[in-house]
């Protein structure tokens, strides 16, 4: 990335937008980065104004010298991921993570399936999973999150399966992490689901859609499909304005594409410029 690039974001305070919106990034984004060099990529993320991050793994480091990497940017951890397996079977760990890193959100973004597609019994078993480990997660102070990655909009009864999953999963133990590319990759309108489900979305991923992308309905999509926010078709500008309206506190940019080094940032200056 260009040296004036970076400097003009040293002073955009990359955790604050208007209101109480927080906008920090999904370390998924710089999963290639963290491959060659881990202190220098959380470097850069100090130096694009980001204060915020959803992550929880160590990249090769110990947790306890990756979060002090993290500690010495000025770096917080608000949330961790979770792997639907170890929710399943044993979520102590999950918690000893969170608090380690002193995250506030616990996520989790896939539930297991087959090749042949997300059935109800997924889902059935999904909120039985869910259900008893969100409530363990609220009896330790932590707020748990699933994350849809949009199979779960194939058709059932009335309305489709993201729907089942939110009529059965316990509002006072499971709430969502909305996706918005993952919202418009199957056909849908994030901001309408937004109103439907008011107050279910507790976290947001911000991810833009290249125009022309065909739509899937099986979680899949082409990487560089992924642009700079604003320049896609999800309809970041109206999608931020609900999400203040909601008050969703935490908004993470993930950006899935080859050079998020070069995008992100961009991204960043975008969010800054909306009212």
């Not at 309809?235 to 899935?256: L, N, P, S, T």
């Not at 991204?267 to 009212?275: D, E, Q």
């Amino acid at each position: 990335m260009k040296k004036f690039a970076l400097i003009s974001f040293l002073s955009f305070i990359g955790c604050m937008t208007a209101g109480a919106q927080h906008i920090g990034v999904q370390l998924y984004s710089f999963r290639n980065q963290f491959k060659t060099d881990v202190k220098g990529t959380v470097e850069t993320i100090k130096k694009m104004g980001i204060t915020e991050v959803e992550g929880g793994d160590s990249y090769g480091m110990t947790p306890e010298a990756f979060k002090k990497l993290l500690d010495d940017n000025g770096i917080k951890t608000i949330s961790v991921g979770a792997d639907f397996k170890q929710l399943s079977e044993n979520p102590q760990p999950i918690i000893d993570n969170a608090k380690f890193f002193g995250a506030k959100y616990i996520m989790c973004a896939w539930i297991p399936h087959d090749s042949k597609g997300f059935t109800i019994d997924d889902a059935k078993n999904a909120v039985a999973v869910f259900n008893k480990a969100g409530k363990l997660f609220t009896e330790n102070g932590l707020t748990f999150c699933y994350h849809a990655h949009g199979y779960e909009f194939l058709p059932y009864e009335n309305g489709t399966l993201f729907d089942y999953l939110m009529q059965n999963l316990d509002p006072k133990y499971v709430s969502f992490e909305m996706d918005v590319f993952w919202m418009k990759q199957p056909g849908q309108d994030p901001v309408a689901l937004m109103k439907k489900y008011s107050g279910r979305f507790k976290l947001l991923h911000l991810k833009d859609r290249k125009p022309g992308t065909p739509n899937s309905l099986d979680g899949r999509a082409d990487e560089e499909s992924n642009v700079v926010l604003g320049t896609g078709d999800v309809g970041i500008a109206a999608v931020m304005k609900e999400a203040k309206k909601q008050r969703i506190q935490y908004c993470f940019i993930e950006d899935e594409s080859s050079h998020p080094v070069e995008q992100i940032p961009q991204s960043l200056g975008y969010l800054r410029s909306l009212k």
